[in-house]
């Protein structure tokens, strides 16, 4: 969004509940957030992350009705506030059900076992040295 205007876009939701919208853009001109024309929140002054360091604007959460809803970001005019002139660009919207339960716990076993972790779905498994003192060691 390089001027005013408004970018609308149509989602559903399966069930009712409060969602937590997250946006990954960047905004350094104030932009409304809406969703059924409702005013969500107003983000401004944020910047992506890169490849390495992903960033989303901190959710904003919204009570829905199951079904479809529009969610639209509105530009308004110029002022001369800093970073004001610059635009405002979007490149995904995440949505979620606020409150999910925590991740799963972490899993740590010594090495003489690490047998156990296999036949489990793992996100990663990182293999570390253990510190002296959890040997009796002194440094």
Known sequence: MGSPGRLSAEFSVPHAGVWDVWLKGETMPAV???????????????????????????????????????????????????GNGGTATLYAIYLAPANLPASQPLDAVAAARWRSLCGHSREWVEVVRPRASQHGLRS
Do not use: C
Not at 58 to 79: D, I, K
């Open 32 to 82: 409304r957030v809406e969703v059924d024309g409702r005013p969500v929140a107003s983000v401004k002054a944020q910047l992506d992350g890169n490849s390495l360091v992903l960033n989303t604007i901190t959710p904003l959460s919204v009570p829905l009705s199951a079904g479809r809803h529009r969610l639209s970001l509105v530009r308004e005019g110029f002022t001369l506030a800093p």
